[in-house]
């Protein structure tokens, strides 16, 4: 069975301070997407992972990728009450096309 | 500007009625994908088609029927036989080769609420 599975799934966390979620998936996967999604609006398109080791960075949020461990993470650096949303992670399985398998999300609200 | 375009944003049935949500894209693109969320849930995918006249069957396609006439639309119904039909529609529209996966974009969603 395909799985994506995303933890914590609820987050808390004071501005200032750094955290990591985690992302684990069941089988071998040609791609993985973060995603951020706002309150009620759709899915915006952070970070896509390729390969092996691969890291992205963008202000205060790194992702990387092993493939061997099937284990992606997204790191946030001196959070901001802007971070705050829901991130999903999402995985194209190989010979699957494009279809996405999307994690549970990890809702992440980041307090003052 | 090139995009997706979902109508409407918000949309109330009541039960036993069907529903067509809309999806449109000028993008372009050849595949195109209907996703459905639950409150406080990841997204689960429908039906997706890759081509025109052609679609396939995804996770939780049970209660909803589509069609792909034309590139740039894919109307999602959803009828009366799906259970719990209340949820957050996404549309979402990407290249594709067949078997290479491509970034898919997504529209801004449509809130069903059915009583």
């Known amino acids: 069975e395909l799985k994506v599975e995303q933890n914590p799934l609820f987050l808390s966390m004071q501005e200032g301070k750094n955290y990591t979620i985690y992302c684990n998936y069941s089988?071998?996967?040609?791609?993985l997407y973060w995603y951020r999604q706002d309150p009620g609006k759709s899915l915006e398109s952070l970070f896509v992972l390729l390969s092996n080791g691969a890291v992205k960075q963008e202000g205060r949020l790194m992702a990387s990728l092993d493939t061997k461990a099937r284990l992606s993470t997204l790191h946030i650096t001196a959070a901001v009450h802007d971070l705050s949303a829901t991130y999903f992670c999402a995985v194209v399985y190989t010979g699957t096309a494009s279809k996405l398998t999307f994690g549970t999300g990890t809702r992440l609200q980041v307090t003052l | 500007d090139g995009g997706i375009t979902q109508s409407p944003k918000y949309l109330f049935r009541k039960e036993g009625q069907n529903v067509t949500l809309s999806c449109e894209q000028n993008l372009n693109h050849d595949a195109m994908y209907w996703y459905r969320q639950d409150p406080g849930q990841g997204l689960r995918l429908i039906y997706y088609?890759?081509?025109?006249?052609?679609?396939q069957k995804g996770d939780i396609a049970e209660g909803y029927s589509v069609s792909r006439e034309k590139k740039e639309s894919f109307p999602l119904t959803v009828t009366s036989a799906q259970k719990n039909p209340t949820a957050f529609y996404l549309c979402?529209?990407?290249?594709?080769?067949?078997?290479?996966?491509?970034?898919?974009?997504f529209g801004p969603g449509t809130r069903l609420t059915v009583t």
């Open positions: 979402a529209s990407s290249k594709s080769t067949g078997t290479v996966s491509y970034e898919q974009y």
């Open positions: 088609s890759q081509i025109v006249n052609d679609f």
């Open positions: 089988t071998t996967s040609d791609r």
